[in-house]
């Protein structure tokens, strides 16, 4: 059984804004039947200002709550506001949502980037992607492959299952499991091994010998590695560097940002 947030619940049973409005400015629509869940949000815009919205859903009680709470969330604010809306922005103001129903998010993101395509399409291109060209990955619930990306990039996904819960792809016949694994491959981030201590002072000591003080040499300047705690690095500038007057902007700007780019981005490089 999962286990749903107080905001969940609140949504699901006193459900805000159902309905349609008849003379919307734009409507986006997500899912479908066929799929199971399906989703038509009506926005009222006025002068960039969404004034009204309201929804129509079939599906489960997390579909029906995170409709309900996304259009809280777009009422009042202004539309380049709201286009920077998230799924995982509604599943925040949900208190989370387990993650076998984070598609339900999803989906409500998806209404709103339909809706919001119609409006620019309207009035201006302000460069709103359109997934129409998008290759199909899972037929059976009809995902594409920008809405499998978005989903990696947005949420960090890294596993087959992860994708099936945010977006239900590989979650019935299961032959496009192989695509979607390579979809993770080539989107996700993949997170560098942390270096033990002794690996982090090696991999520091050598960038210092070998790319940081030789050009500092080209000027008759010099670095010497004092010592190192945690992720700060103490240094003594040498030769003409320890006299001149730019050492801090050399510290920070050469140094440290360095260190950052080829060991790690949390270094602090400390004179001494």
């Not at 460069?127 to 619930?141: A, H, L, P």
Request: proline residues 2%.
């Amino acid at each position: 059984m999962w286990k749903y947030s107080d905001k969940v619940m609140d949504h699901y049973r006193n459900p805000r804004n159902v309905g349609k409005i008849d003379d919307a400015d734009v409507v986006g629509e997500a899912g479908s039947l066929t799929c199971g869940d399906s989703l038509k949000l009506y926005l009222k815009i006025k002068d960039g200002i969404v004034t009204d919205a309201k929804f129509q859903t079939f599906g489960c009680g997390s579909a029906v709550a995170s409709s309900s709470i996304l259009t809280e969330m777009v009422i009042g604010k202004h539309i380049d506001e709201v286009r920077k809306i998230t799924n995982a922005d509604i599943a925040r103001e949900l208190d989370g949502l387990p993650p076998e129903k984070m598609h339900c998010s999803v989906m409500g993101h998806e209404a709103l980037e339909d809706a919001l395509k119609k409006y620019y399409d309207e009035e201006i291109d302000f460069g709103v992607n359109d997934n129409k060209d998008s290759r199909v990955v899972c037929t059976c619930f009809n995902v594409t492959e920008d809405i499998i990306k978005e989903a990696i990039e947005v949420n960090g996904l890294t596993t087959v299952e992860d994708i099936t819960n945010y977006t239900k792809a590989g979650g019935a016949c299961g032959r496009c499991k192989g695509d979607i694994q390579k979809l993770i491959d080539k989107y996700a981030k993949k997170s560098e091994p942390k270096l033990s201590p002794a690996q982090l002072i090696l991999k520091i000591n050598k960038v210092i010998e070998n790319v940081i003080a030789p050009e500092l040499q080209k000027d008759g300047g010099d670095i010497e590695l004092i010592d190192i705690n945690e992720n700060k690095v103490y240094v003594k500038l040498q030769g003409r560097c320890s006299s001149c007057k730019n050492s801090v902007l050399t510290l920070k700007s050469f140094v440290e940002s360095t260190l950052r780019d080829k060991v790690s981005n949390d270094i602090e490089v400390i004179q001494v």
